[in-house]
């Protein structure tokens, strides 16, 4: 199993990203998907998730700023993010939980937010 992410990059405090990343391989069934973030010196802590049945779960620190979302037919996971601060500034990583074979994650794309 392999998840590609990108959307990443430079933006301005109150900006907006949007974040993809796509799972491929031996996928069987996906019981969750979700994005973490972790800058450095931290724990790696979870964004957001989204559960098969399409139930989500925030991080209060982003709760009416970020949207998780998943194309089913594409294996893929979204994290919309809107007015960006600087707090938010991290590498973010991606993940699939897949029901029986275990927890994957993606490489980590950037995201640098200036003032």
């Known amino acids: 199993v392999q998840l590609q992410a990108s959307g990443g990059g430079l933006v301005q405090a109150g900006g907006s990203l949007r974040l993809s990343c796509a799972a491929s391989?031996?996928?069987?069934?996906?019981?969750?998907m979700g994005w973490y973030r972790q800058v450095p010196g931290k724990m790696r802590e979870l964004v957001a998730a989204?559960?098969?049945?399409?139930?989500?779960n925030y991080a209060d620190s982003v709760k009416g700023r970020f949207t998780i979302s998943r194309d089913n037919a594409k294996n893929t996971v979204y994290l919309q993010m809107n007015s960006l601060g600087p707090e938010d500034a991290a590498v973010y990583y991606c993940?699939?939980?897949?029901?029986?074979?275990?927890?994957?994650w993606g490489q980590g794309t950037q995201v640098t937010v200036s003032s």
């Open positions: 993940n699939v939980v897949l029901d029986p074979d275990g927890i994957y």
């Open positions: 391989g031996s996928i069987g069934s996906i019981k969750a």
């Open positions: 989204i559960i098969s049945g399409g139930s989500t």
